[in-house]
């Protein structure tokens, strides 16, 4: 099966499906900290052609798609110090269209099954809702981040181990929050990509599931190059932290 994962440098999800025997590649416009023979730096417009992949699973740059930093939307004044860089007011609320024409577009891409994976924002509001929501703590990892999964053509993703919290105060906090429940990872300038990456226990469960779904879905003489059942045979593994 050929996959195709937009928007990752980190190449986790891209490895998950190379793992159990998939022709995966990742595409950014960084470079990839991982193997970079199966990478594309480019715009992954340019590789969404009819007829070149399977899947396509994409995670866009969710920084004016999240709910976050509401107040930066507004045209001022503002009730804190704006960072240097900080788009605010009528140039924020452009950058939010651009990026909701661009989520539109990766949906309609020319690829049979597509993933478009996001924190909770205005996809679902704008465009559409999300087909699921997933914990990271539902699939062995020991985190919280509630991503929505917009699908098409595929089944939503199945729990494959769920991590317990710890309690503070009677609320549940895993290993990446704090008591208060706020995020661990300090302050600098890339925090936003350790922020981004996939957990590995996602990867997995794509790879496994979607995989074995997919393979079930379309085989035939066509597509001799899939692999058969190895997906079904994946186990969840739990990990402390993403890669």
Same mark, same amino acid.
């Given at each position: 099966?050929?996959?195709?994962?937009?928007?990752?440098?980190?190449?986790?999800?891209?490895?998950?499906?190379?793992?159990?025997?998939?022709?995966?590649?990742?595409?950014?416009?960084?470079?990839?900290?991982?193997?970079?023979?199966?990478?594309?730096?480019?715009?992954?417009?340019?590789?969404?052609?009819?007829?070149?992949?399977?899947?396509?699973?994409?995670?866009?740059?969710?920084?004016?798609?999240?709910?976050?930093?509401?107040?930066?939307?507004?045209?001022?004044?503002?009730?804190?110090?704006?960072?240097?860089?900080?788009?605010?007011?009528?140039?924020?609320?452009?950058?939010?269209?651009?990026?909701?024409?661009?989520?539109?577009?990766?949906?309609?891409?020319?690829?049979?099954?597509? !993933?478009?994976?996001?924190?909770?924002?205005?996809?679902?509001?704008?465009?559409?809702? !999300?087909?699921?929501?997933?914990?990271?703590?539902?699939?062995?990892?020991? !985190?919280?981040?509630?991503?929505?999964?917009?699908?098409?053509?595929?089944?939503?993703?199945?729990?494959?181990?769920?991590?317990?919290?710890?309690?503070?105060?009677?609320?549940?906090?895993?290993?990446?929050? %704090?008591?208060?429940?706020?995020?661990?990872?300090?302050?600098?300038?890339?925090?936003?990509?350790?922020?981004?990456? %996939?957990?590995?226990?996602?990867?997995?469960?794509?790879?496994?599931?979607?995989?074995?779904?997919?393979?079930?879905? %379309?085989?035939?003489?066509?597509?001799?190059?899939?692999?058969?059942?190895?997906? %079904?045979?994946?186990?969840?593994?739990?990990?402390?932290?993403?890669?």
């Amino acid at each position: 099966m050929r996959v195709l994962i937009g928007c990752e440098s980190s190449g986790v999800v891209r490895d998950a499906f190379r793992a159990l025997g998939h022709d995966a590649y990742s595409c950014d416009f960084l470079p990839c900290e991982g193997d970079s023979a199966f990478h594309f730096q480019c715009d992954v417009r340019t590789l969404l052609k009819p007829g070149m992949w399977d899947l396509f699973i994409v995670h866009p740059d969710c920084t004016y798609l999240t709910n976050s930093a509401a107040w930066a939307y507004g045209d001022g004044p503002y009730h804190q110090k704006v960072k240097p860089g900080t788009l605010v007011g009528a140039e924020r609320r452009a950058q939010r269209e651009v990026a909701l024409a661009f989520v539109e577009e990766m949906l309609n891409a020319p690829v049979p099954f597509i !993933a478009l994976e996001n924190p909770v924002g205005v996809i679902s509001t704008r465009l559409r809702p !999300a087909s699921q929501y997933i914990q990271p703590h539902e699939y062995g990892e020991d !985190a919280s981040k509630k991503t929505g999964l917009w699908l098409k053509n595929l089944p939503s993703l199945k729990l494959t181990q769920k991590i317990e919290p710890r309690m503070v105060d009677g609320k549940p906090r895993w290993a990446n929050q %704090t008591d208060s429940g706020q995020n661990r990872l300090s302050p600098g300038a890339n925090r936003w990509i350790e922020r981004s990456r %996939t957990y590995r226990g996602w990867a997995d469960a794509m790879a496994a599931q979607w995989g074995d779904y997919i393979t079930t879905q %379309t085989m035939g003489p066509q597509h001799d190059h899939r692999t058969n059942n190895q997906a %079904t045979h994946r186990t969840a593994r739990r990990r402390k932290s993403p890669r």
